[in-house]
């Protein structure tokens, strides 16, 4: 795509007649869509003013997006002031920051979702007649699993297609389309028949995810034929420029999947939350909500998205485990960041390993809680010790992290499961062996990322079977015959359940495209503003796709509240109960559930001349400050409705907010 911005002759006519230099402040990229119906002269703003917007489309633009007789949208690096005024100006549609969206994924255990979505029960012989689109950290072309006759692109910034310096790309991309050859694992459509587009959109390090980098592969996906998209990406922000990009790719006859996101809360993420995207929630292997996985009214559906085994970049996937001379091998996980490494030593139990653990030459066996990982780790390498087995205090498994790569700690350090633990306290004084190494093609991992590849390769493997569908069918098709999971019909957890591929193909075999008429479930949503002990409630957000919502019906600390706007006043500071239930005008009723916290007094001033916290604002900037039931926190990245009191960590970076502690 060229640099040259090619805007309309009013707007060169600006440039040429421009000679004031850009105004010098913090900069930052934006997206700038032009007002194409723009007059000569806006009399609304003055001559100098003028001169300086006309200077900034001049020397600022980076790239161009979209050049079209009716539209031109470019990226262009701004001052705050710019900004402020070229959006008086009323000469460009719209401004917005160029923000990243980061992968979403985590960690850990083995290949249970193709049986669970029904892949397995559905033939893809006529695969080559679809292709997927994978917008994503690039793809390792050459894995002996994955399909050679991939196609992709990447912007030079985040290196080659067929590299992928995370994994991330090429875990989504074994799930959609691994191949049934008897090595490794199989994907949804593993007959080797299925096209695959990889758009890199992300580096070595998961960054540069810019959202107008996602928003041309987008249009890249459709270029080369793409019928589903998947994106396993997303932000807290929404981008007029990338939804346009969506509505665009829908309207054509694409079908776009992402992840509805992981942390954990009610929040909405994008791409998966806009109206043309199905987003999708992370299940386990027992058809549990991943606790990570977010819900809000716009999750469609569900996938298998928790310990899913698949490819990664060849010779970088994690072998962990423990083995006991004579007893056999148990199961492990790396804690991230630890270095890696395989040895053979006599077993010690170090407890909680609080303090140096005296372990020379031996492996430590130390028990979850009381202390970092990091620090027992070194408690452990203080001692002597030559690597450190950390199990869990509680049942299950867990994922743990040394902290940054500046932990210091120069042993391996693998976390166990509380059974695993126990069991290796009968073998003290034996020889074990710690194995922690990166040799394997394959490897484990968690995430709405996971799942939503399930979706899409079940969605393209639908499609191949009934070609003569459009997008809207198919989508129609895979909600209507998911596993109703959680509260019957659609709800914020699991959307229409869990993703099922024969059932979806046999509707469409048995009732054609259009398949049958069925009255769609409302989707309740509200949003709550508070001053001091006093909210109010709006439900305008819900909505009936296939008729009209009838009535509203709240529960407000036990109180029935009727309407589609509500207003209350709570009797004393603390955290309440809402919830709004929506009955559609033929009968069916959907439910939201929310927790509001009130504060006495007027909050609005902060403390210490520190702005309150407001749920109803976007925060961009690291380090801003807030107030909030007397502390003040500071955050460190973009976001909106973390609440800072459940969304914090203390003296880190962790979490959404720092907690800077009380007010003085």
Not at 50 to 60: E, G, K, L, P
Not at 143 to 163: E, I, M, R, S
Not at 414 to 439: F, P, R, W, Y
Not at 599 to 612: L, P, R
Request: charged fraction near 15%; charge should be negative; hydrophobic fraction near 35%.
């Amino acid at each position: 795509m060229s640099n040259k911005f090619k805007i309309s002759a009013v707007a060169l006519s600006l440039i040429a007649a421009s000679s004031v230099s850009s105004l010098a402040y913090a900069e930052q990229t934006y997206i700038v869509k032009m007002n194409t119906g723009l007059q000569t002269h806006n009399q609304n703003i003055s001559s100098q003013s003028q001169h300086r917007i006309n200077d900034a489309i001049s020397n600022n633009v980076v790239e161009t997006l979209v050049s079209t007789v009716s539209e031109q949208v470019v990226t262009m690096v701004l001052s705050e002031e710019q900004v402020a005024l070229m959006t008086a100006s009323d000469q460009f549609v719209y401004i917005e920051e160029d923000f990243e969206y980061t992968p979403f994924s985590s960690t850990q255990i083995s290949p249970y979702g193709i049986g669970q979505v029904q892949a397995n029960l559905v033939s893809d012989a006529n695969a080559d007649q679809v292709k997927v689109c994978v917008i994503d950290s690039g793809y390792d072309l050459g894995h002996p699993d994955l399909p050679q006759n991939a196609t992709g692109f990447a912007d030079a910034a985040v290196g080659l297609w067929y590299k992928d310096g995370s994994g991330h790309g090429t875990h989504v991309a074994g799930s959609i389309a691994a191949i049934n050859n008897s090595v490794g694992v199989i994907g949804v459509l593993p007959s080797d028949k299925v096209g695959i587009h990889a758009v890199r959109v992300f580096d070595d390090e998961g960054k540069q995810g810019l959202n107008s980098r996602i928003g041309r592969a987008v249009d890249n996906c459709v270029e080369h034929g793409a019928n589903v998209i998947n994106m396993s990406l997303g932000g807290a922000s929404k981008s007029q420029y990338l939804e346009e990009r969506l509505n665009a790719a829908y309207d054509q006859g694409v079908l776009i999947i992402a992840a509805a996101g992981n942390g954990g809360d009610a929040t909405l993420s994008y791409p998966a939350s806009y109206d043309s995207v199905v987003s999708v929630a992370n299940i386990d292997k027992d058809r549990n909500k991943n606790d990570s996985s977010q819900f809000n009214a716009q999750v469609e559906i569900s996938g298998p998205g928790t310990d899913v085994l698949s490819t990664v970049p060849r010779g970088t996937g994690i072998v962990a485990g423990v083995t006991v001379q004579g007893a056999g091998a148990f199961e492990a996980a790396g804690m991230t960041h630890s270095v890696e490494g395989k040895l053979s030593a006599e077993l010690a139990d170090c407890g909680q390993a609080l303090t140096t653990c005296t372990a020379p030459a031996k492996i430590c066996l130390i028990e979850r809680g009381g202390a970092t990982f990091a620090k027992k780790a070194q408690n452990c390498e203080a001692g002597g010790g030559v690597a450190a087995l950390v199990y869990n205090n509680a049942a299950g498994s867990f994922g743990g992290t040394l902290g940054d790569a500046n932990h210091g700690v120069t042993i391996p350090v693998l976390a166990l499961t509380q059974v695993t633990g126990n069991s290796l306290k009968t073998h003290l004084s034996k020889q074990v062996t710690a194995q922690l190494e990166s040799i394997s093609d394959y490897d484990v991992k968690s995430g709405t990322s996971m799942a939503s590849p399930h979706v899409a390769g079940v969605a393209a493997l639908v499609w191949s079977n009934h070609s003569q569908c459009t997008n809207v069918e198919i989508r129609n098709a895979l909600n209507a015959t998911a596993i109703d999971l959680g509260d019957a019909g659609r709800d914020h957890l699991f959307g229409y359940g869990l993703v099922q591929a024969k059932a979806a193909a046999d509707y469409l075999t048995q009732n054609g495209c259009a398949g049958t008429v069925q009255n769609q479930v409302p989707i309740a949503q509200f949003n709550s503003q508070c001053t001091g002990l006093s909210c109010s409630f709006d439900a305008s957000g819900s909505r009936d796709t296939d008729g009209t919502i009838s009535r509203f019906d709240w529960i407000i600390n036990g109180q029935n509240v009727v309407g589609k706007q509500a207003t209350y006043t709570f009797p004393q500071a603390g955290t309440y109960s809402v919830k709004l239930t929506v009955t559609d005008n033929e009968g069916a009723t959907a439910n939201f559930n929310k927790a509001v916290t009130v504060t006495e007094g007027n909050v609005s001033e902060g403390c210490n001349g520190i702005t309150a916290w407001s749920a109803n604002k976007t925060y961009t900037k690291a380090g801003t400050l807030v107030s909030y039931n007397g502390k003040k926190y500071s955050n460190n990245w973009w976001h909106s409705n973390k609440n800072p009191e459940q969304n914090s960590n203390v003296g880190n970076n962790w979490k959404v907010w720092t907690d800077l502690g009380l007010c003085k």
